[in-house]
C-alpha cells in the first residue's frame, strides 16, 4: 500500500465524520426551530404559521363564528372565539412539540408541529 | 509486488465496508428509524376530543390501526348517546324515552355498561349514580343557557331540583339479561352515564385492540388516558396532568409515567361550568347535595381500567380528602392526586414513588 492510498482513505474517513456529524447537527438544528402552529378547521389544513414570528388572524368560518389566533414570543394562543364554552380561550398557551388547542363548537384545532419535544405523549384534560 | 498489490486493494476495500457497517450500525442504535411515532386526532366521538399515537412503518399503516379504534369508538358512542337518535340503534336515550312504558331491546354492551355503573354505584356509596339524569338534566340546561347568555345565567330551581330528585332510583333500572332488555320502571327517572361511559367504553375498546394484536397505542379519549404497552423503545408513555389554573405558564402539574394497562383520569372544575353571580358552577353534581360540588380544583386517579379511573375520579371529586384518602388506601393499585383551590397538591400514599419519575 502506496502512502498516498492511505491518505485517501484518511481523508475519505474525515470526509465521511464530517458529514455524519454536519448531519445530526443540521437535523437538531432544525427540529429546534422550525415550531410551527398548525390550525385544522374540521380535519382540514386552514394555515401554518411559524411560531418564530408574530402573528395574529381572525379566523372566520362560513357561519360567523371565529377564533383568533395569537402567535407571540414562541407561544401560539387562542384569545377571543365565538364557542360558548371558552375553552379553548381558557386554555393555556401551547410551544411544545405535539401540544394542541382544541375548539369544540367550531371544530378547530392549534397544533404545534416540529420544535422542541416536551416528552409527553399525551395529557388529562 | 503482486502481493503489495493486491494489499493496496484489499486494505482500503476493507477498511470501506466496515466503515458502512458502523454506519449501519450506528443508525440502527441510535434511534428506531424504521418505525415512526403518529398522532391521529378527532373531535366526532363522545361530544370530545380523541387522541390516538402510535408507532408504525408508515402512516397508512397507522391509520389502520387507528381507524380500527375509532370505529369502535364511534360504536360505543351511538349505544352510550343520551342526546342524539341514531337509525337502527336503540341507545341509552332509547331506554330514556321509554321510562315507565316499555323494556328495550338493546346490545348487550349497553346492559354490560349499567351493570358495571350499578356496581360502581354501590362501591362509591351514591356518589357516581347514572340514574341521576332527571337531576343533571336540570343542571346542563342552565349550563348551556347560562354559557350561551351570561345574562341569563341562574341556577335550577331548588323544588325543581328535589322533585328531580325523587326519581334517581338506581334499583328501579330493570335489567333482563335473558332477553337483552332494559326497562326504567319509573317514568320520570332517566340514565346519564357522563361518569362512567367515557372510561368504560375507553377500556372495552382497548381490550378489543389488545385482541386484535395492537401495540404500543396510547389512547385519550376526553381526558380519559390508557395504553396498550410502552413506548416503541421500551420506555413507558409519559402524561402530563392538566394544571386547573388555566392562566398558568405551566400547562401541567405533574408528569407521570403509566404502564401497560394503566389509566389516567382527571375530574374538576375548569373545563365545563358557568357562572351565576360571578359564582362558578361546575358539571360534576354531588347526589348528596343536588349541587355542584367544589371541594377540589382537580382530582386525578391511575389506576388499571379505565371504567373504574373514570368513576372513581367522579366520586373523590365529591368526597373529602380525608374521605378520598381513605376510598384510595382501601384498594390495591388505586392512586390519587387532589389539587386544592390554592393550587396545593395532596398525594396518595404511593403515588409519587410509582408514578412521578425525574
Known amino acids: 500500500?502506496?502512502?498516498?492510498?492511505?491518505?485517501?482513505?484518511?481523508?475519505?474517513?474525515?470526509?465521511?465524520?464530517?458529514?455524519?456529524?454536519?448531519?445530526?447537527?443540521?437535523?437538531?438544528?432544525?427540529?429546534?426551530?422550525?415550531?410551527?402552529?398548525?390550525?385544522?378547521?374540521?380535519?382540514?389544513?386552514?394555515?401554518?404559521?411559524?411560531?418564530?414570528?408574530?402573528?395574529?388572524?381572525?379566523?372566520?368560518?362560513?357561519?360567523?363564528?371565529?377564533?383568533?389566533l395569537i402567535i407571540k414570543d414562541g407561544f401560539a394562543k387562542v384569545s377571543e372565539a365565538s364557542c360558548p364554552d371558552q375553552i379553548c380561550v381558557h386554555h393555556n398557551h401551547v410551544k411544545y412539540s405535539g401540544e394542541s388547542i382544541v375548539c369544540l363548537p367550531n371544530k378547530l384545532v392549534v397544533t404545534v408541529q416540529g420544535g422542541e419535544d416536551n416528552g409527553i405523549d399525551g395529557s388529562t384534560y | 509486488m503482486k502481493i503489495g498489490k493486491n494489499f493496496s486493494v484489499i486494505v482500503p476495500g476493507l477498511l470501506f465496508a466496515a466503515l458502512i457497517a458502523g454506519i449501519i450500525i450506528y443508525r440502527s442504535v441510535s434511534g428506531p428509524s424504521t418505525l415512526n411515532r403518529y398522532t391521529a386526532t378527532f373531535l366526532d366521538v363522545f361530544d370530545t376530543r380523541t387522541e390516538i399515537v402510535g408507532f408504525a412503518k408508515s402512516k397508512d399503516e397507522f391509520a389502520k390501526d387507528a381507524q380500527l379504534i375509532k370505529d369502535e369508538l364511534i360504536r360505543y358512542n351511538k349505544l352510550y348517546d343520551i342526546y342524539n337518535d341514531y337509525q337502527g340503534v336503540n341507545n341509552i336515550k332509547?331506554?330514556?324515552?321509554?321510562?315507565?312504558?316499555?323494556?328495550?331491546?338493546?346490545?348487550?354492551?349497553?346492559?354490560?355498561?349499567i351493570e358495571f355503573s350499578i356496581d360502581t354505584y354501590y362501591e362509591t356509596d351514591g356518589a357516581v349514580n347514572i340514574a341521576l339524569g332527571s337531576v343533571l338534566s336540570l343542571w346542563h340546561k342552565e349550563r348551556m343557557i347560562g354559557m350561551d347568555e351570561p345574562d341569563r345565567a341562574k341556577l335550577p330551581d331548588a323544588d325543581k331540583l328535589k322533585e328531580a330528585a325523587l326519581h334517581t332510583d338506581i334499583t328501579n333500572i330493570v335489567i333482563d339479561k335473558e332477553n337483552s332488555t332494559v326497562y326504567l320502571a319509573d317514568p320520570d327517572m332517566s340514565l346519564d352515564v357522563g361518569s362512567t361511559g367515557k372510561g368504560y367504553a375507553v377500556q372495552r375498546v382497548l381490550e378489543y385492540a389488545r385482541e386484535k394484536g395492537l401495540n404500543n397505542i396510547l389512547l385519550s379519549l376526553g381526558g380519559n388516558i390508557s395504553c396498550i404497552g410502552t413506548r416503541i423503545d421500551g420506555t413507558c408513555f409519559r402524561l402530563g396532568i392538566q394544571n386547573p389554573d388555566m392562566d398558568s405558564e405551566e400547562q401541567y402539574v405533574e408528569m407521570v409515567d403509566i404502564n401497560d394497562g394503566e389509566c389516567v383520569v382527571?375530574?374538576?372544575?375548569?373545563?365545563?361550568?358557568?357562572?351565576?353571580?360571578?359564582?362558578?358552577?361546575?358539571?360534576?353534581?354531588?347526589?348528596?347535595?343536588?349541587?355542584?360540588?367544589?371541594?377540589?380544583?382537580?382530582?386525578?386517579?391511575?389506576?388499571?381500567?379505565?371504567?373504574?379511573?373514570?368513576?372513581?375520579?367522579?366520586?373523590?371529586?365529591?368526597?373529602?380528602?380525608?374521605?378520598?384518602?381513605?376510598?384510595?388506601?382501601?384498594?390495591?393499585?388505586?392512586?390519587?392526586?387532589?389539587?386544592?383551590?390554592?393550587?396545593?397538591?395532596?398525594?396518595?400514599?404511593?403515588?409519587?414513588?410509582?408514578?412521578?419519575?425525574?
Request: proline share 3%; aromatic share 12%; with cysteine.
Open chain 2, 266 to 358: 382527571s375530574s374538576g372544575d375548569y373545563q365545563r361550568y358557568y357562572y351565576v353571580d360571578g359564582v362558578r358552577y361546575c358539571h360534576i353534581i354531588d347526589p348528596m347535595t343536588l349541587y355542584p360540588a367544589d371541594g377540589f380544583a382537580s382530582v386525578s386517579v391511575i389506576t388499571d381500567d379505565s371504567g373504574l379511573a373514570d368513576s372513581y375520579s367522579t366520586a373523590l371529586y365529591t368526597m373529602t380528602y380525608e374521605e378520598g384518602l381513605e376510598f384510595v388506601e382501601k384498594r390495591d393499585n388505586v392512586e390519587a392526586m387532589w389539587i386544592m383551590h390554592d393550587g396545593t397538591k395532596k398525594y396518595s400514599e404511593g403515588f409519587i414513588e410509582k408514578y412521578v419519575k425525574k
Open chain 1, 1 to 68: 500500500m502506496k502512502k498516498n492510498d492511505m491518505v485517501l482513505i484518511a481523508i475519505i474517513l474525515a470526509v465521511t465524520a464530517v458529514c455524519l456529524l454536519g448531519m445530526r447537527i443540521w437535523q437538531k438544528n432544525n427540529t429546534k426551530g422550525n415550531a410551527t402552529a398548525v390550525v385544522t378547521i374540521d380535519g382540514n389544513v386552514y394555515g401554518e404559521y411559524p411560531l418564530s414570528e408574530d402573528y395574529e388572524e381572525r379566523i372566520e368560518l362560513p357561519d360567523g363564528s371565529y377564533n383568533v
Open chain 2, 94 to 113: 332509547t331506554i330514556n324515552d321509554n321510562a315507565g312504558i316499555k323494556p328495550v331491546k338493546v346490545d348487550p354492551d349497553i346492559i354490560s355498561l
